[in-house]
């Protein structure tokens, strides 16, 4: 009997000693990640730097859960890390509204939460990381406007590929885009409000639409790179594509820099992922430091000028 009670000791004092670590060593945080979906390239470098952050820090346990593209699911990730009392949970949404009542739960239920990329339709949560898309869209609307003539003497037929229109860079994409080119009465939008759930097969359906529908088409301004290369697609398969500008936002040097270096896209503007700065954020609050309410993530504008030295600078090409 005394031998028993020795062994259960042992093995308690075992497992102590492993969920609290040597004397001295830091608390363990378990950070859970809910991610909208892995289908698109940016997505997949989310993660990369995401996990690259936590991995130098090996008080960080993080879970990673993909939300398939749907909303339901995500949800449910997210009432999961509410159940395991994570000690902060972050989550890229895929649409505003479906996961708002989730986050403001985890929230409520005194969890910290990070909101990153696509925003939500209330700021129940800890924080915001992501990129200024009504910037990024004025910034295209800008580019689109030189490029159709300037200011004032602008002319052309426009197509506006949207991202998953249930999603903030969505909307702030388009009507930052429209803050500009609607004082241009020489540019006319051959598109109404659409939805390309940012996925590149569907960016060719409603090009391949909007070329069956128009003889001329001088811009194609999408929501994101993938989109805006399955319009290229469409426009190459119609024998379209040579008179007609490509502009797409995310600028990841492996796809859209490369892109136009290529003379595929005429530019893009760059959204950087918010993986990082997530974990950088969450770690310093959790370690007691202070935060504010939003952190804006910078953008730049990628064309012919400059691709060439980010690709090199990046080593993708020699
Ligand atoms: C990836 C993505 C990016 C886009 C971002 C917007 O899922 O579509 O291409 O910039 O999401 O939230």
């Not at 308690?12 to 950070?31: Q, R, S």
């Not at 659409?194 to 996925?199: I, Q, T």
Request: aromatic share 8%.
């Amino acid at each position: 009997m005394e031998k028993r009670i020795g062994i259960v000791f042992l093995a308690g004092l075992f497992l102590f000693v492993c969920l609290a670590g040597p004397a001295g060593a830091e608390k363990n945080f378990v950070i859970g990640f809910s991610q909208a979906t892995t289908t698109e390239p940016w997505r997949l470098l989310f993660n990369k730097e995401l996990r690259q952050e936590a991995d130098r820090h090996p008080e960080i346990t993080l879970i990673v859960r993909d939300g398939t593209d749907d909303a339901a699911k995500q949800a449910a990730d997210v009432e999961e890390f509410i159940k395991m009392k994570a000690d902060a949970i972050l989550i890229s949404p895929k649409v505003a509204a479906a996961l708002t009542p989730a986050v403001n739960r985890a929230f409520d239920a005194g969890i910290p939460v990070f909101v990153l990329d696509r925003d939500l339709i209330n700021d129940r949560y800890t924080q915001f990381i992501g990129g200024d898309n009504k910037l990024i869209g004025r910034t295209a609307g800008e580019y689109a406007v030189k490029y159709l003539g300037g200011p004032g003497k602008a002319a052309g037929n426009v197509v506006e590929i949207w991202g998953g229109s249930a999603s903030t860079p969505a909307q702030d994409r388009h009507s930052g885009f429209h803050e500009i080119i609607d004082r241009e009465p020489g540019i006319k939008m051959l598109t109404k409000p659409n939805d390309g759930d940012w996925k590149q097969d569907k960016g060719y359906e409603i090009m391949a639409e909007a070329l069956d529908q128009n003889e001329k088409i001088d811009l194609v301004y999408a929501h994101n790179d993938p989109m805006a290369y399955g319009a290229y697609m469409a426009a190459k398969d119609s024998g379209r594509e040579k008179n007609i500008a490509f502009l797409g936002i995310d600028g990841i040097p492996e796809e859209g820099i490369k892109w136009v270096h290529e003379g595929i896209l005429t530019a893009t503007f760059l959204y950087k992922t918010p993986g990082d700065e997530g974990i950088r954020q969450a770690f310093h609050l959790l370690k007691g430091g202070k935060i504010e309410k939003r952190v804006t993530l910078p953008t730049m504008t990628v064309d012919k000028n400059n691709a060439e030295k980010i690709l090199r600078d990046n080593g993708i090409i020699k």
